[in-house]
């Protein structure tokens, strides 16, 4: 029997007309012959009253305490579901996570499954129930009740589909399915049929607010197809599958994070261990940080910049001020006024001239870079908040995000290539039954021969970037990583870009003609570099791995020139000397995960 898994979030069980419209959605899946799973989510704003009344008993409530509070409205919701579905003359039975055998571990608030027994769920099926299954909560292995964190029971009804061999995942929601962008941000953002996990997994770490982005990370080590679509209208929704819905479209979606601000360690000393002690101390506080730059050091002294959550600032400072002191670096400064605006697309790992092309876009725009970051399926630029809305306006119209690409597949042809390919995907197999939500690692890589050109002194202001592009990219120039930030003692910034050994020379020349033309302070060419790379699946909501690289390097007297990161890669450019010792110590970090 085929079963089906579908998944109803708080606004589409917010009242008892919406419950029974649940219900019938199920007792039609059944009818048309599918076992039926059915995840739901406390009605309405029921979670957020919860936590409510929690504060104003106790403001720093205890998280087991909250997580026996909070479990509570899933729980009134599946019995609410079971009744409607009695009522309209079908059998349905309600489980909480316990009763599920779903089996998390003790991190309360943010609890991640580690199993889950299925056997109960078969029964009940079975016998030709429809299961009502209580979402984004689970027991540990004291029974303390434990929640998944907000937004959870998308991530219970992805893990249900993936581990009782579900057909599809139907995500109902009160969104009719993924967009280019959020329409409410711009309405010209295009609804789109099919996005893959990682596009999906970029876009929801930056806060694409249509899935936890947890569930995305079960989905794709299960190859689970995922089906948004909204409880109340029958269009058809997004599809989230392994494919993307264009081959050659270089970017599928773009975001605006508005509430970010940027946060500058000055002066900090060029050796290895550095970043380690700044990076370990935030993410000890469960901070996760984006767009990290490191300015190529002068004097033997670098510029440490990254962008955090405005939410996060002060918690930050505090975890950055101390770790600036022990290490002796210079001062600590901030910007709260800043915006990040990103794109994101499979498309551009094997194209040329995205990043350039987003650079001129917003030139043309008049809105300042202030930062930058690459990684191989998403460009972030940090541009002033109140450039925020121009900025994004402007990279959705240059990528053309409006208009449905020529080749763009539907799930119904992505589903018929799969079958005539008869390859179809086999995904991470590594898995433990009793690790489920464990980090999945795919790979550790070293790419060498590369080379590093740093540009200091660079004037800030609009266009400067989308020139320099121009010329290094006239020139031929195949660039991989690149980085744009601060420069600390005159509100210069300084770009950096890595590319192969061999075009260093034409990459010297070009860098002489810009420094004559725009009055860059001067330049810096480095013959001998490498990249290390860590590839795995969800690589940011698992900020260990950011961390345990630069330890593994740090112990191994490895400085880190620069850095990037996404989901899928942690990338650290090293000495290409030191290269080879890198990867070893990074194999040794990481055997346990790769296993
Ligand atoms: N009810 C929980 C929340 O509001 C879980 C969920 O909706 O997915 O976060
Ligand atoms: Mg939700």
Not at 275 to 288: N, P
Not at 555 to 564: L, P, R, S, T, W
Request: charged share 25%; aromatic share 4%.
């Amino acid at each position: 029997m085929s079963l089906i898994v579908q998944k109803f979030g708080g606004t589409s069980v917010a009242d008892a007309e919406k419950i029974r419209a649940a219900a019938r959605k199920a007792i039609r899946a059944q009818q048309q012959g599918h076992g039926v799973v059915v995840v739901v989510s406390a009605m309405g704003k029921n979670t957020d009253r919860l936590l409510e009344l929690a504060r104003d008993v106790n403001e720093k409530p205890p998280a087991r305490e909250l997580d026996m509070l909070v479990s509570t409205g899933e729980q009134v919701s599946v019995a609410l579901v079971a009744m409607a579905i009695d009522a309209l003359g079908s059998k349905a039975v309600s489980l909480t996570g316990g009763q599920m055998g779903i089996r998390t571990d003790s991190t309360y608030t943010k609890a991640r499954i580690q199993s889950i027994n299925t056997e109960r769920i078969e029964r009940w099926l079975n016998e030709g129930y429809i299961v009502i299954a209580a979402g984004f909560q689970g027991i540990d292995e004291d029974l303390n009740i434990t929640t998944l964190g907000r937004g959870g029971s998308d991530t219970t009804a992805v893990a249900l589909a993936a581990v009782l061999g579900a057909s599809a995942c139907e995500i109902y929601t009160d969104v009719d399915g993924v967009y280019t962008t959020d329409p409410r941000a711009l309405p010209e953002a295009r609804r789109v049929e099919v996005i893959s996990y990682d596009e999906m997994l970029e876009l929801a770490s930056l806060g694409a607010g249509v899935m936890h982005s947890r569930s995305i990370e079960f989905a794709k080590k299960f190859g689970v197809p995922i089906h948004v679509r909204s409880s109340f209208s029958d269009i058809e929704g997004t599809m989230i599958v392994a494919e993307p819905e264009s081959e050659t479209s270089p970017v599928s979606g773009a975001t605006l994070t508005r509430d970010e601000a940027r946060v500058t360690v000055h002066g900090v000393p060029d050796v290895p261990g550095t970043s380690l002690e700044i990076f370990s101390g935030i993410a000890a506080r469960k901070i996760s940080i984006d767009m990290i730059v490191q300015n190529v050091g002068r004097h033997g002294r670098a510029d440490i910049s990254f962008s955090v959550p405005t939410s996060e600032l002060s918690a930050t400072l505090e975890a950055v001020r101390e770790a600036a002191e022990r290490i002796g670096a210079e001062r600590v400064t901030y910007d709260q006024d800043v915006a990040k605006v990103s794109v994101v697309g499979l498309g551009m790992a094997k194209q040329t001239g995205v990043a350039h092309q987003m650079f001129r876009a917003l030139a043309d725009a008049d809105v300042n870079i202030q930062m930058i970051t690459t990684s191989e399926i998403k460009i972030s630029a940090l541009v002033a908040r109140d450039a925020a809305q121009t900025a994004l306006r402007t990279v959705h119209r240059v990528f053309n995000l409006e208009s449905t690409p020529s080749d763009a597949k539907s799930w119904e042809q992505i589903r018929a290539e799969r079958s005539e390919r008869a390859d179809v995907e086999t995904l991470v197999t590594r898995l433990r039954e009793d690790a489920l939500e464990e980090l999945t690692l795919t790979g550790i890589a070293m790419v060498d021969h590369q080379a590093l050109l740093t540009l200091r002194g660079v004037p800030d202001q609009p266009g400067i970037a989308a020139d320099i592009f121009d010329a290094i990219g006239n020139a031929g120039i195949f660039v991989d990583m690149i980085v744009q930030g601060i420069d600390a003692e005159n509100g210069r910034t300084s770009i950096s870009l890595t590319f192969p050994q061999d075009e260093l020379p034409r990459c010297l020349e070009v860098a002489a003609q810009l420094k004559q033309q725009y009055g860059l302070e001067d330049f810096h060419g480095t013959e001998e570099i490498a990249k290390l790379t860590v590839s795995g699946i969800g690589l940011r909501s698992h900020t260990s791995v950011g961390t345990g690289m630069f330890r593994a390097l740090a112990e191994a007297g490895i400085n880190v020139q620069m850095i990037n990161t996404s989901e899928l890669q942690v990338n650290a450019v090293v000495d290409g000397k030191q290269a080879q010792k890198g990867l070893v110590a990074l194999e040794a970090a990481f055997a346990e995960a790769l296993r």
